[in-house]
């Protein structure tokens, strides 16, 4: 396809379980974004990967976050022990611009549909 | 760390009205882009503005950045109920990661 894709599309979780995320971002895009967006909120940054290195995880909320894109396309965030604050939808979100962290900060963001994870 | 508000947080018109969001920075912003997000969907980038005091167009969108770069709005001329959805400013300044505000829903009535 064209686009992002993610998934599950929807994950329902009992609290502890750890739960996996995928993401497939737009053929060629080198930069790759993950999002967590609360409900009635605005995507909120997690992390930024170029190709396969992790540049910037300052937005990850806890060490239970965790994120990979190992051969710089398909990438996974994975939640460990999940609480009932890790309830959103997840974002995934691609740019064709490399460059610098800063260039690719300032380029146009493709999103997936997201995941959206719900934990009882 | 940098903070981006929107206002207002939700307004309901009936088609034909005119809408403005309006999104403001804490700090200078190099870039402002503009999401719009429809309900069950995810963010559709509209555009960036990159110059002080730029104005762009498309169709019955007009997209402003202020002169301190600081503050932006988006006004739409005759609403159409195609407009519904949640509008999302989203600011980058230095080398920070883009942080969006909490947007704006619109509904119009027909």
């Known amino acids: 396809g064209a686009g992002v894709s993610q998934s599950p599309r929807y994950k329902v979780a009992k609290r502890g379980q750890d739960v996996a995320l995928r993401c497939d971002p737009i053929?060629?895009?080198?930069?790759l974004f993950w999002y967590q967006q609360a409900l009635g909120q605005g995507p909120e940054f997690l992390t930024y990967?170029?190709?396969?290195?992790?540049?910037?995880k300052s937005g990850l909320p806890s060490d239970r976050f965790f994120a990979e894109r190992p051969e710089g396309s398909v990438s996974t965030l994975k939640i460990q022990r999940t609480q009932q604050e890790d309830s959103a939808v997840y974002l995934c979100?691609?740019?064709?611009?490399?460059?610098?962290?800063?260039?690719?900060?300032?380029?146009?963001?493709?999103f997936g549909n997201g995941t959206r994870l719900t934990v009882t | 760390g940098q903070q981006v508000m929107q206002i207002p947080q939700y307004q309901h018109v009936q088609e034909g009205e005119d809408f403005t969001t309006y999104c403001n920075s804490s700090?200078?912003?190099?870039?402002i882009q503009w999401y719009k997000q429809r309900p069950g969907g995810h963010p559709v980038f509209l555009i960036q503005?990159?110059?002080?005091?730029e104005v762009k167009k498309q169709k019955r969108l007009t997209f402003q950045f202020g002169e301190a770069k600081k503050n932006s709005s988006l006004h739409i001329t005759a609403t159409q109920t195609t407009d519904v959805g949640t509008y999302f400013c989203?600011?980058?300044?230095?080398?920070?990661?883009?942080?969006f505000g909490k947007g704006t829903m619109l509904l119009v009535s027909p």
């Open positions: 979100a691609s740019t064709y611009y490399s460059g610098t962290a800063h260039s690719s900060y300032n380029s146009p963001l493709h």
């Open positions: 053929s060629g895009h080198v930069s």
């Open positions: 990967f170029q190709n396969e290195a992790q540049l910037d």
């Open positions: 700090t200078t912003l190099s870039n």
């Open positions: 503005l990159v110059k002080s005091g």
């Open positions: 989203a600011g980058h300044s230095g080398y920070s990661t883009l942080t």
